[in-house]
C-alpha cells in the first residue's frame, strides 16, 4: 500500500495507538517492529505490507478485517454522477419554517444535500423549535442578513457573503436579521431532514 491509502491506514493505526495509551516504544515493543518503522508508517511515509500489518493489530488488539474495511469505505470511488442546480428549479422543501428547493434531489445516497432557503422567521418565537440535522452542516447567507442560534454558542450575524460550518446535531435556528428577504444556501451533511 503507497500513497493515501498508507496514509489513512497509518493514521488509523496511530489513532488505535494513542487510544490504547500506547508509547511508539511500546507498540514497537508489543509488536516486534522498530519504533522508527512504526512511526514512518504512522505518517505516511513507509508501504505497509502485510506482515507489518498483521503484526500491528495483534499488538494493539484488533481485527485487520476492522482496519481493511474502514479503509474501504473512506476510500472514494468515482461516480461520474452530477446534477445540475439551477435557479427556482429543485424540488420544493421545507425546514422548519424555511421554504426552499432542494438541490441534487434526484440523486441519492449523497454526501450532503443542499439547499437554497428563504429564511422567513425574524425571531425565535417566529421560527418555533431549534431544527437537528443528522451531521455537519454549512450556511452561506446569498442575500440580506440571518442570526445563527445554537444551545452551543452566542448568536452569530450572517451578512451577505458570510458563511458558517457548525455541527447540526446540536439544535438551532436561523433568522433573518436584517430589513428584506434573507436566503441562504444551506448544506447539510447526507440526505436532506426537513422535518420541523
Known amino acids: 500500500m503507497r500513497g493515501q491509502a498508507s496514509e489513512r491506514t497509518g493514521a488509523a493505526i496511530r489513532k488505535l ?34 506482515e507489518k500489518l498483521f503484526r500491528l493489530c495483534r ?3 484488533v481485527d485487520v478485517s476492522g482496519i481493511v474495511a474502514e479503509q474501504a469505505d473512506r476510500t472514494p470511488v468515482v461516480s461520474g454522477r452530477r446534477a445540475v442546480f439551477r435557479a427556482g428549479e429543485g424540488d420544493e422543501i421545507q425546514l422548519g419554517p424555511h421554504a426552499g428547493r432542494l438541490g441534487a ?6 454526501t450532503f444535500t ?3 432557503l428563504e ?19 454549512h450556511v452561506h447567507v446569498l442575500s440580506g442578513e440571518a442570526v445563527l ?18 455541527d447540526a446535531r446540536s439544535p ?10 434573507t436566503r441562504v444556501l444551506m448544506i447539510q451533511a447526507g440526505e436532506p431532514s426537513t422535518s420541523s
Open 17 to 50: 495507538r494513542l487510544a490504547k495509551g500506547l508509547t511508539l516504544a511500546e507498540l514497537g515493543a508489543a509488536s516486534g517492529l522498530p519504533v522508527s518503522t512504526i512511526s514512518r508508517l504512522e505518517l505516511g511515509q513507509n508501504a505497509l505490507n502485510n
Open 59 to 61: 499488538a494493539l488488539d
Open 105 to 110: 434531489g434526484e440523486l441519492l445516497d449523497k
Open 114 to 116: 443542499p439547499m437554497v
Open 119 to 137: 429564511v422567513s422567521a425574524a425571531s425565535l418565537a417566529d421560527h418555533g423549535p431549534m431544527l437537528t440535522s443528522p451531521g455537519e452542516a
Open 149 to 166: 442560534h445554537s444551545q452551543l454558542y452566542a448568536p452569530l450575524r450572517l451578512k451577505a457573503g458570510d458563511g458558517v460550518y457548525f
Open 172 to 181: 438551532y435556528a436561523l433568522v433573518s436579521a436584517g430589513p428584506g428577504a
